[in-house]
């Protein structure tokens, strides 16, 4: 498939819970923005209704997709879920945006070009040069921030934000990867499909994004969100290291013992 193929197929999947303030208002700028993009919602069932005004967008616009998923199971599966879909629909690139707000549908060309020009996975990045943040607690800074420092010194990966949820996939990147084995369920996806991509040699490239701290709604970043994370980064991190270890000790041996004639 040529790249330009590609970008005639693009999904921006979207998870939501509860964002029945933001999802119009979020769908209407990705149109304008890609306006040859596709948008998939993909509702947890939704107490506040994001689900219905998702239908009724759908309805008026072909373009509009929607996935009723049954309840709240965390944004890793609404994602593999939506993933899934848009795979089997024969999309191109897969995008992953949230509908909060935070990330900006007009810097989605910026990401999309980046892949047009060959990277396999674009991460939307905060801490790279001209990224930004509008309106972030400290508090937030130093977990988004901490939570990159920690992945790059366990999976020593260059991915200076590896927590990031604005990204975009080739298919044939997201079909390389395994992704029947994610168990991740928070922002820990997000980091386990980064290196994940790393691992199968994928090439990741980072574009600065501007993010901004919701206006309405709640968050839905919770302390067993960074738990799961630390805890899984960690695991990997202990992993990773003991199998570069592994192979020094066997590299080593080998050296030392003799030549077979
Ligand atoms: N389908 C689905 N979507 C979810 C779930 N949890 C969060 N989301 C959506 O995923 C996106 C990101 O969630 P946020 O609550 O903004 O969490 P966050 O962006 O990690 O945290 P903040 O930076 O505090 O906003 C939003 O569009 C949410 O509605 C879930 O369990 N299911
Ligand atoms: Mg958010």
Redesign the pocket.
């Known amino acids: 498939m040529t790249s330009t193929d590609a970008l005639d197929r693009v999904l921006v999947i979207?998870?939501?819970?509860?964002?029945s303030q933001n999802i119009e208002s979020i769908t209407n700028r990705l149109r304008r923005a890609v306006p040859e993009a596709h948008i998939l919602i993909?509702?947890?069932n939704s107490p506040d209704g994001t689900g219905d005004i998702a239908d009724r967008m759908a309805e008026a616009d072909e373009h509009v997709h929607v996935m009723h998923?049954t309840g709240?199971?965390?944004?890793g599966a609404?994602y593999l879920a939506g993933f899934d879909w848009g795979l089997e629909h024969g999309y191109g690139v897969l995008v992953s945006h949230?509908?909060?707000g935070?990330h900006q549908p007009e810097e989605l060309p910026r990401l999309l070009q980046a892949i047009d020009d060959g990277a396999d996975m674009v991460k939307g990045s905060r801490w790279v040069r001209g990224g930004s943040i509008v309106n972030w607690p400290a508090s937030?800074v130093l977990i988004s921030k901490g939570g990159s420092l920690w992945t790059r010194l366990m999976l020593g990966i260059p991915v200076k934000d590896a927590t990031g949820?604005f990204n975009a996939y080739r298919a044939s990147t997201l079909r390389g990867m395994n992704l029947d084995e994610v168990a991740s369920a928070g922002?820990c996806f997000q980091i386990d499909l980064v290196w994940r991509a790393i691992k199968h040699g994928f090439k990741v490239v980072e574009v600065p994004i501007e993010f901004v701290e919701?206006e309405f709604g709640d968050?839905?970043?919770s302390r067993s969100i960074v738990i799961e994370a630390l805890i899984r980064t960690t695991l990997w991190g202990i992993e990773h290291r003991l199998g570069q270890l592994g192979r020094l000790v066997s590299g080593l041996l080998g050296r030392g013992r003799p030549k077979e004639r």
């Open positions: 979207i998870p939501t819970y509860n964002e993909a509702d947890d998923r709240k199971q965390g944004l609404a949230d509908a909060d935070s937030r949820g922002y919701r968050s839905k970043m």
